[in-house]
């Protein structure tokens, strides 16, 4: 799945970007290389050491080398067929040692899975450059992430702050604005797929009865104490979507529920 995340224009038609190219424009930028290494740190800290990571919307593995450098058990996912081939070429020997697995395919039949590069019961679920952005059914999504996680299961996502003041030189911002504080969301269409930018209360909703919405962090390298620990969504945070303002990305720490014998999952 090609990431929303660099040069976005919604109000102009533009092709995918994916495989080799793909890692050529991602890290040319001083902001999205910081960006990354700012979710590569937080995934380190989250994550138990040597524990098991699977990477939603993985792209070109250059994240899952990272982790499993790092000493994590890693599977990606992936739809793209020229990003899976790049992300075996560049972790081809970390997936010969065993310390990386691989699935690929239709969405639908990812949603139908029951391992991921042979893999389960994962300990953390991440997902960098806002892949979160272009699913429309984020409720089926966790339900499947409740199904892959191990107890104690946790995700942490990327997706794009749609209370980033940059945004506002944009007419299709100002033109959903309305949408935005009425209904939680909007979409505009980018070359792949609709794009969706959501509230902190919406990810909140969608997320459940499966996840909690714990915690969110600016989508930077932390300068404060304030901005390494994030702030507390679940209990209240009333201004957290104000310090989203001065960045593209805002990072999102769901927890896993425990369901009751009757939930149906």
């Not at 190219?21 to 700012?38: G, N």
């Amino acid at each position: 799945m090609t990431q929303p995340g660099r040069g976005f224009r919604a109000d102009n038609a533009q092709r995918v970007v994916t495989g080799a190219e793909y890692v050529k424009q991602i890290t040319a930028s001083e902001s999205d290389r910081r960006a990354r290494a700012a979710f590569q740190s937080l995934v380190t800290r989250i994550a138990p050491p040597g524990g098991t990571l699977f990477d939603f919307g993985a792209g070109p593995g250059i994240d899952a080398r990272f982790y499993a450098e790092r000493g994590f058990t890693v599977a990606g996912y992936d739809v793209d067929s020229q990003m899976l081939e790049f992300f075996a070429e560049q972790c081809r020997d970390l997936i010969a040692a065993g310390r990386v697995g691989l699935g690929g395919g239709d969405y639908r039949d990812f949603l139908e899975c029951k391992s991921v590069g042979g893999m389960r019961d994962f300990d953390l679920v991440t997902s960098n450059f806002a892949p979160l952005n272009l699913i429309d059914d984020l409720p089926e999504l966790f339900r499947k992430f409740h199904e892959l996680t191990g107890a104690g299961g946790k995700v942490l996502a990327s997706v794009l702050s749609p209370y980033y003041l940059g945004d506002l030189r944009y007419g299709w911002w100002w033109r959903n604005a309305l949408r935005l504080w009425r209904d939680g969301y909007f979409f505009v269409q980018g070359a792949q797929a609709r794009i969706v930018r959501r509230r902190l209360a919406d990810f909140g909703a969608r997320c459940a009865p499966y996840f909690t919405l714990k915690r969110v962090f600016r989508g930077l390298p932390p300068s404060t104490e304030r901005d390494a620990e994030g702030f507390d969504v679940s209990a209240g945070a009333p201004y957290a979507g104000l310090h989203m303002s001065g960045c593209r990305f805002m990072f999102l720490l769901f927890e896993k529920r425990q369901l009751g014998s009757d939930s149906r999952i």
